[in-house]
């Protein structure tokens, strides 16, 4: 964990211990808050301590670090504005944990007795909600309900034991609409106790998350309910996201929470996968069917599984299409088929910049126009065969033979076996195939001219 650094807390009096929140530890000394300065996927973190398990991968993230204190597993996370670089070319001024918005993954056994202590170092309070965990109600972290909210430069102590093993997150409950458009989250892993239960080969994880960002700004508006126009996984975009990169056979596992607010059909190419875990825990296998995508409504959590017997570079995304774009206005007219020649001349004499866009559809992978500071490029992600058209909710599962079993380093590109990529037809147009099956007789409303009428709504929102 070579990107890891280090802060001692107990270091300078403004960050003294709440002593009324900590009495029964006030004593003792705060564990390290280990932060993290990159926002590439770092390496699994074995358990060097505590029970056994097999760690995660938290993709474009990492696992908080831990300590034993008498048998008890003792986290420092530590709630403070960050700069997450949203993709190469564009950071955001977000909130989140120990230097990265999301935070750093929590993984624990089930069964393990859990104390995080929570620093708050925004300038409001917080709280921090364990979502999905059975716990006693006082740890609950929901502000004004079951706890006071964790002033400025307070630190709070919660402690629980991991009672059931599954997938599941953290945010705060308090000032949320605000605190979770700021990118405050963090996912949360809690192992079977048995590490060959359920066993797989690479087991990811990643939030869904989205911000709205204008273009040349850094800084969320929060105020935002639907129209977002950053489509994140854990809080980066394509061609910001890294590849999910897969030994050919092993058993994949991708854990997703979806904290954004609406839901996201999570598409696999390339294989078929069952869902072997929600929000509840692991499904029955007599439950199991297979699919290629997975619908995760806002606030829920699934885990899929597939062998990945299939050599190659298969794309995984969301399947909304506008969720995989990068900044995007909405309000945009649709020009397919106008010609704009004559009004283009008149345009470039106030801007000589400005381009014609649309007219044969929205195809802008190869267009270069300036652009704002700190924007993303549209649509930016280069493949081997050119552009790849999407970004946002958007990766690659990188499967390949002979990868090491810990081997998570970028392959580069797949090398397709000779003869099998689709290819351009070189031969006479007359020896196509006749499209289609005959036309009907011409006596009915077939052969007439289509006239499609249709009345819309006056206003019309994505989302
Ligand atoms: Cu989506």
Redesign the pocket.
């Known amino acids: 964990m070579s990107h890891l650094s280090r802060r001692a807390f107990l270091q300078g009096s403004a960050l003294a211990v709440s002593a009324g929140a900590v009495s029964r530890i006030a004593a003792a000394s705060l564990p390290e808050a280990v932060i993290q300065t990159q926002a590439g996927t770092q390496p699994p973190l074995n358990p060097a301590s505590g029970r056994p398990y097999q760690p995660v991968v938290t993709l474009n993230g990492w696992t908080l670090p831990w300590r034993m204190n008498n048998g008890i597993k003792e986290f420092h996370l530590v709630a403070e504005p960050v700069v997450r670089e949203i993709a190469p070319g564009m950071k955001a001024n977000l909130w989140g944990y120990n230097g990265q918005s999301p935070g750093p993954t929590i993984e624990v056994v089930e069964g393990d007795r859990v104390r995080i202590f929570v620093t708050n170092k925004l300038p409001e309070h917080t709280s921090v909600h364990w979502h999905g965990q059975r716990l006693p109600n006082g740890m609950d972290g929901v502000t004004g309900l079951t706890q006071p909210g964790i002033k400025p430069g307070k630190t709070f102590v919660y402690e629980f034991v991991a009672r059931r093993a599954g997938t599941f997150m953290y945010h705060p409950h308090a000032d949320e609409m605000v605190q979770m458009a700021m990118g405050m989250m963090g996912f949360w892993i809690t192992h079977p106790k048995d590490p060959s239960f359920m066993r797989v080969d690479r087991d990811f994880v990643f939030l ?1 998350n989205a911000y709205d960002i204008e273009p040349g700004a850094a800084t969320p508006r929060v105020n935002q309910m639907t129209d977002f126009n950053l ?1 994140t996984w854990n809080s980066r975009a394509f061609p910001g996201i890294d590849p999910l990169v897969v030994r050919q056979h092993d058993r994949v596992r991708i854990r997703v929470g979806n904290l954004t607010m ?1 839901n ?2 999570i598409h696999l190419h390339g294989h078929e996968f069952v869902v072997s875990g929600t929000d509840g825990g692991w499904t029955p296998p007599a439950s199991r069917w297979p699919e290629v995508s997975v619908d995760i409504a806002v606030g829920q959590m699934r885990a899929i599984e597939f062998d990945a017997s299939e050599p190659g570079d298969w794309a995984l995304h ?1 399947h ?1 299409s506008h ?1 995989t774009m990068n900044a995007m206005g909405h309000e945009v007219p649709t020009m397919i088929g106008v010609d704009q020649k004559s009004v283009l001349k008149k345009i470039n004499q106030l801007i000589p910049d400005y381009m014609v866009m649309g007219d044969k559809g929205g195809s802008m992978g190869e267009m270069e126009m300036p652009l704002p500071d700190n924007t993303l490029p549209m649509m930016g992600g280069q493949g081997p065969y050119g552009s790849l058209e999407m970004g946002g ?1 958007f990766s690659v599962v990188k499967v390949r033979a002979g990868l090491a079993r810990n081997d998570y380093r970028d392959p580069g590109w797949y090398r397709a076996p000779a003869g099998s990529v689709a290819y351009e037809w070189q031969g006479a147009a007359a020896d196509l195939p006749a499209a289609g099956s005959p036309r009907p007789a011409a006596s009915d409303a077939a052969d007439k001219e289509t006239v499609v009428n249709v009345v819309k709504p006056a206003a019309h929102r994505h989302q």
Do not use: E
């Open positions: 869904l489509w609406t996201h059909p969301c909304k969720h909710m």
